[in-house]
């Protein structure tokens, strides 16, 4: 296992459609993170799981946008009937818990809303 | 709740000359501080971090950063720059009992030759 993978890397769309991105921990880790990160700005935290439970979801930063951990492995993240503010590089990131120096990041979803 | 300012949003240096990039948090509580590198088109690398112990922390690439507490800092520097470390660079917190992150707006090193 080399990493933190996501797919796709890059999604262009359309307003109005539904997007759904995938990401794959490292495989022993237990905790996933999602991060949306804008041009010029820091990466923003939306939500975390351990194991398949969301345990903070309260960040998503609309209703439109959900995100899914089924079998504590894999992670999803949707966005439907996306807005051009939508468009933004979505990073995914797994750790083990309690240990915060070992978070590691995936090279993330470019998304651009036409 | 957590801020992390970054106060130099771009920094040109010469290569070979030492850079310090600066960062300073607010927490209410008892933090870990990390400093992450973006190079175009990849995901944060860790560049080093401080979760407790010596308050001068060694990193990769030959990056170090200092905590201090008292000042609520935790900049970064290198004493001698390459061309590679031309990138973004982001200064995070994590609460003392989670790992959720709180970033920077970031600082964009480049390295003139």
């Known amino acids: 296992d080399t990493g933190v993978s996501q797919d796709p890397r890059h999604k262009i769309t359309k307003r109005g459609q539904n997007v759904t991105f995938r990401c794959d921990p490292i495989?022993?880790?237990?905790?996933l993170y999602w991060y949306r990160q804008t041009l010029g700005q820091g990466p923003e935290f939306l939500t975390y799981?351990?194991?398949?439970?969301?345990?903070?979801k309260s960040r998503l930063l609309s209703d439109r946008f959900s995100a899914e951990r089924p079998k504590g492995s894999f992670s999803t993240l949707e966005i439907q009937r996306t807005e051009q503010g939508d468009s933004a590089m979505y990073l995914c990131?797994?750790?083990?818990?309690?240990?915060?120096?070992?978070?590691?990041f995936g090279p993330g979803t470019r998304l651009t809303v036409l | 709740a957590q801020s992390v300012t970054q106060l130099d949003s771009q920094v040109p240096v010469f290569e070979e000359a030492p850079v310090e990039l600066r960062c300073n948090y607010s927490?209410?509580?008892?933090?870990?501080l990390f400093w992450y590198v973006q190079y175009p088109n990849q995901g944060l690398q860790l560049l080093l971090k401080?979760?407790?112990?010596?308050?001068l922390v060694k990193g990769i690439n030959g990056f170090e950063a200092e905590f201090n507490k008292s000042q609520t800092s935790f900049h970064l520097r290198k004493p001698s720059v390459h061309i590679s470390d031309t990138a973004e660079y982001f200064c995070?917190?994590?609460?003392?009992?989670?790992?959720?992150?709180?970033f920077g707006t970031g600082t964009s090193l480049t390295v003139i030759p």
């Open positions: 995070a917190v994590s609460e003392d009992t989670g790992n959720q992150f709180y």
């Open positions: 990131a797994s750790s083990f818990a309690g240990l915060a120096g070992g978070t590691f």
């Open positions: 495989s022993e880790h237990n905790r």
């Open positions: 927490s209410s509580v008892s933090v870990y």
């Open positions: 401080y979760l407790s112990g010596s308050t």
């Open positions: 799981f351990q194991n398949e439970a969301q345990l903070e």
